[in-house]
């Protein structure tokens, strides 16, 4: 109970000191016994405490103005508002009451993370005690419950308790009214149910649903109202956004279910019953009867039924099956083919297929296909060599010219072996069963198999993971092979290793082969005869430096063969010297492939201290450091052939696994899919300098990568030079940015350095083993040795490795994907998303714009790819924060100009002003804040967010934009730096003007983007951070303008 004696304190100086700290302790004390508030009402919601703050009626004191006694002015965070945070225990806030009779007295608090306890004290007397524990992350107001009669003068202390927590005070309110009661509210919402396929096969339902507040819940179901089965979500934290897959389900059985889940004071929430039906929803009729889709292949070698793959998509409700689709030669001749969906539109027609099938091709000559379409079309059965065969134990694989065999409970395969030594010289092996062998796909083509498992040592002992993935081909002597290494060392933060190598048997083999190395100058002999004894050993040290016995060159090809004249074997390495050190060795036993050869201890030391950080940061002391979560993964080509190198044509066989044929359809049908967005293809463009400008970009930006020497095994990929010395892990989603322009243009050269991007970020940049499960999906944000934390020799930047939602991206590994049918960039993008989807949704928190912008530029990305509910929940949730932050359009005290952006206290780095500093924003926040939203309206159609787009586009033409020099300021501050043509800001002010027509936001668009196209960067954050942009807005600028402005002006004469 709270008690209300009048303590009576004495004059006398240094007693007063004395008793007056006694009275704080014992104050202290006191309140920390509380666990629940008493004396005091509590009321939220921003449109109440907004209505409280702007009624003349009341009395509003600022925090910051008040005596502060272990509480410190906050001006350094991007808080909403001026405020105070606690800096000490048992710290206060004093203020001397005005005159204000019959007053409630209030003050404004953010509830946190912790049990925050506040006493209110009037002339040292304890009025109240507010405990603010909903740990929701929102602003309450606590009132007294009855009303205080202030003559004026009267001492005001808000004590605070021992209790952690940041205590963030805004404003202290002396009300002329007591606001009403708020009752917490606890709803279970969205609920949503659909069939979908898993990997053993069996019927499955995925059912996802919110609550209000953050909770463990549990599925209930069975076939009657008995229920009788429980399903439970997977993550044991407490979570707002929820999934639950019931498995093993009767086809078409309907089944009865009901969500429980438990309130913070124990007592459970439960729906009430609901039905589901266990099968899928009908497939939808295809539109089109019958339609051909033209086709391209060109490529540098002569090929004859070349394996080909490679993703097409197809407009919303176009094609429903791929039962109905087939692929022509160029004399309208049916070819076999092999065809699966990748992912589909919400109304279950087929957005991408992967297709595959054997193509012929000259050598630099475009080779014509059709891909024909529609209910029509019914394709031809064709026979197949190809044969997987899973017995249990054993996996048969034959495709008429290769045959091997997959075990399950021996060494998986005896295509090759895997040898890891660590510093110490124990030899790690795959000769132990591995964890699993899947076959993820078996087609008429083409069959995938998969097998993960651990690198063991003879005691038993463990060190990494590896993951084989086996591609084979029909009529084909070869295997595309990839084998992934993953430091899962949850002991220690980083591990090294002296070497890891590959094996490749040569049993069949005489010894009097003939070994050949590729390499780049052609006319280079680096061939030999096989020796009874001793081996022959390439290796690339350098991205420029390869050696070979005593021969020196610079950049091996990064293949060997070995042929006796009637049979060979042949090995290749995709992108060898780029992932440097990388060896081929042969002697007459195998063919090792150095995936991290033996280095001596001297050869990665004594360069300049910027160079050493940062290209060889990993390779010292002649071993090899792996941060915990690191995978790597590598693409080899293993070719069994018959007869010698020349007649088996393993030049060209080679050289197309280095740089494989893409199948491309025309750009505009890309655009016109829909499966990239809103896009506008470059031949219908109205802006064809933006595209020009590219290609010049696009060619600085690989110059920038050859002059930095940006290579190396965990270099090759990203670039280099964020904020002098970091290397940027792909920031603003690099490859995304290239593949947009990749399918807008047809032009390859932007695909490959995408591919590249792609294949380092999910590797490198990504968390894939922790300890701590929460970190497990997290990507690196921009740093030295994109991980952090190595022995650094000299550089400054960012040397330790951070995270956050607002440097991950999965548009482009989705969008590889789609085009490539990589399922590891699939499973990588769906491990980042799923993180932040499940740790950062938990009570969700508004701190700047460029947060809640990339966390739905994220979801909404993953949800387009696979129509999860789980996921448009979880962008529900960011949305209707964001929402509920957005600054309402009323003047600002502090520069009279309408709101609308969310404003907040600007940090240093926004405005360098004294404090305290100026309230506004960074516009580029702002502006990735509105692409998150466009991409969530463009889903929903949501007409609140429509609303909150084109108000935040008023904003940013009002507060940053500067017309006399066609540009923008880089915050709201009046003394930041100014630019021209920041696609980041144009994109919500394009789409804002395509939604609304006004030509206000359309004049300022249409001037930036013309002053945006002459300033395109070529560093690889200038070029990820606009052109990944750039492109739609293009579009919605040109939508925007046929629409509103038809015949009102010509949109090729447009002056640059």
Request: net charge negative.
């Amino acid at each position: 109970m709270i008690s209300f004696g009048i303590i009576h304190l004495l004059y006398t100086d240094s007693f007063t000191m004395a008793s007056a700290h006694h009275q704080r302790k014992s104050n202290i004390a006191e309140i920390d016994t509380y666990t629940k508030s008493e004396g005091v009402d509590v009321a939220w919601g921003a449109d109440l405490i907004r209505c409280l703050i702007n009624d003349d009626r009341n009395r509003v004191v600022l925090a910051s103005q008040c005596k502060l006694e272990g509480f410190q002015d906050d001006t350094r965070s991007e808080y909403k508002e001026r405020s105070v945070v606690r800096t000490e225990q048992g710290g206060r806030i004093i203020l001397t009451a005005p005159r204000f009779p019959e007053a409630y007295l209030a003050f404004l608090i953010y509830d946190g993370s912790s049990a925050e306890r506040i006493g209110l004290y009037i002339n040292n007397q304890l009025k109240a005690v507010a405990v603010a524990n909903t740990n929701n992350n929102r602003n309450h107001i606590y009132t007294l419950e009855d009303p205080y009669w202030f003559e004026g003068g009267e001492q005001i202390v808000l004590q605070t308790g021992n209790g952690n927590g940041t205590h963030r005070i805004a404003k202290i309110l002396f009300l002329h009214q007591k606001p009403l009661i708020c009752e917490r509210e606890y709803t279970i919402t969205n609920v949503h149910t659909e069939p979908i396929s898993v990997a053993d096969g069996s019927n499955s339902v995925r059912i996802t649903w919110m609550t209000s507040w953050p909770t463990t819940t549990s599925i209930e179901y069975g076939e009657t109202t008995d229920y009788g089965s429980i399903a439970e979500t997977s993550l044991p934290a407490l979570q707002n956004n929820h999934r639950v897959i019931v498995t093993g389900l009767t086809y078409e059985q309907t089944y009865h279910y009901r969500i429980m889940a438990k309130r913070p004071d124990g007592k459970s929430i439960t729906t009430p019953d609901l039905i589901f039906q266990a099968r899928p929803s009908a497939v939808k009729t295809g539109d089109i009867k019958k339609n051909n889709l033209p086709l391209q292949l060109t490529h540098s070698m002569s090929l004859q039924n070349w394996p080909v793959t490679s993703g097409i998509p197809f407009p919303k409700g176009e094609i429903a099956s791929v039962k109905q689709i087939r692929v022509l030669n160029a004399f309208g001749q049916e070819i076999p083919s092999q065809i699966k969906t990748l992912s589909q539109w919400i109304d279950g027609s087929i957005k991408w297929i992967l297709l595959d099938f054997q193509a012929d091709i000259l050598a630099n000559e475009t080779i014509q296909y059709t891909l024909e379409y529609g209910t029509e079309v019914q394709p031809k059965i064709f026979a197949s060599q190809l044969k997987v065969v899973d017995r249990g134990n054993e996996v048969e694989v034959d495709t008429g010219e290769l045959q091997f065999t997959i075990y399950r409970n021996q060494s998986f395969t005896s295509l090759f072996q895997i040898e890891l030594t660590d510093t110490d010289g124990t030899i790690y092996n795959a000769l132990s069963p591995p964890h699993q062998v899947e076959i993820q796909e078996i087609g008429l083509l083409r069959a995938e198999i998969r097998i993960n498992g651990v690198h063991r040592g003879k005691d038993g002992q463990e060190l990494f993971t590896y993951t084989v993935e086996i591609h084979v081909y029909a009529n084909k002597p070869y295997a595309r092979v990839f084998y992934t290494f993953g430091n899962n060392h949850y002991k220690n933060e980083f591990t090294s290793i002296h070497s890891l190598n590959l094996k490749f048997p040569l049993s069949e083999m005489k010894q009097e082969g003939v070994y050949t190395f590729g390499n780049e100058i052609k006319d280079q002999v680096l061939s030999g005869k096989l020796t009874a004894d001793g081996q022959t050993e390439l290796h690339q040290v350098f991205d420029n430096v390869f050696t070979l016995g005593d021969v020196t060159g610079k950049r091996a090809s990064g293949w060997l063969d070995i042929s006796d004249g009637k049979r060979g074997v042949s090995v290749a390495v995709r992108h060898f010297w780029q992932q440097y050190p990388k060896s081929l060795a042969v002697d007459n036993r195998q063919i090792t492939v150095g995936i991290c050869p033996p280095i001596k201890a001297d050869t990665y030391t004594g360069f300049d201290p910027q160079t050493q950080d940062k290209l060889y940061y990993y390779l010292q002391n002649g071993e090899y450091a792996f941060k915990l979560g690191v995978t790597k993964r590598h693409e080899l080509f293993l070719i069994h052939h018959q007869g010698d190198l020349e007649s088996a044509d393993i030049t060209a066989q080679v050289t197309a696994f280095q740089e494989p044929p893409l199948v491309v359809a025309p750009s505009s049908w890309y655009c016109r899919s829909g499966a990239f967005g809103d896009l506008t293809p470059t031949e219908t463009s109205a802006y064809p300098k933006y595209d020009q400008m590219m290609k010049e970009s696009l060619a600085r930006y690989l110059q920038d990568r050859e002059d930095s020497k940006e290579y190396g095994m965990l270099n090759f990929g990203d670039w280099y030079g964020e904020r002098g010395y970091n290397w940027g892990n792909i920031e603003y989603d690099t490859q995304h940015a290239l593949l947009v322009q990749y399918i807008r243009t047809g032009d390859r050269r932007f695909f490959a350095p995408a591919e590249w991007a792609v294949r380092h970020n999910m590797d490198i940049d990504t968390v894939h083993y922790h300890h701590q499960p929460f970190r497990v999906g997290a990507q690196y944000t921009h740093c030295m040795g994109h991980v952090g934390g190595y022995d650094w020799v000299g550089s400054t930047a960012i040397q330790q490795g951070g995270f956050s939602v607002s440097h991950s991206w999965v548009e482009g590994l989705l969008e590889y994907y789609c085009l490539t049918g990589d399922n590891c960039a699939r499973e990588t993008a769906q491990l980042i998303t799923d993180l932040y989807n499940t740790r950062d949704l938990t009570n969700y928190d508004f701190t700047n714009c460029r947060v809640p912008g990339w966390h739905l530029i994220m979801t909404m990305a993953m949800f387009n790819a696979t129509n999860d509910r789980y996921y448009l929940n979880a962008a529900k949730i960011i949305v209707d924060r964001v929402l509920e932050r957005q600054t309402p359009d009323q003047p600002l005290v502090e520069n009279g100009r309408l709101n609308g952006g969310w404003t907040r206290l600007m940090i240093p780095g926004h405005c360098k002003c004294d404090p305290p500093r100026h309230i506004g924003n960074a516009g580029f926040m702002v502006g990735i804040l509105l692409a998150g939203l466009k991409a969530y309206h463009q889903v929903t159609g949501d007409e609140l967010v429509k609303d909150s787009i084109i108000r935040a586009a008023y904003y940013l033409c009002r507060d940053v934009w500067e017309p006399e020099i066609v540009g923008f300021r880089y915050t709201s501050c009046p003394h930041s730096s100014k630019g021209t043509g920041n696609f980041r800001k144009l994109l919500g002010i394009a789409y804002a003007y395509r939604l609304t027509g006004n030509e206000d936001l359309g004049e300022v668009a249409r001037k930036g983007v013309l002053a945006g196209i002459q300033n395109l960067s070529s560093s690889g954050k200038g070029l990820s951070a606009h052109s990944r942009f750039a492109p739609y807005v293009l579009h919605d600028l040109q939508i925007g303008d046929l629409e509103w402005r038809t015949n009102k002006w010509e949109l090729r004469d447009l002056d640059y």
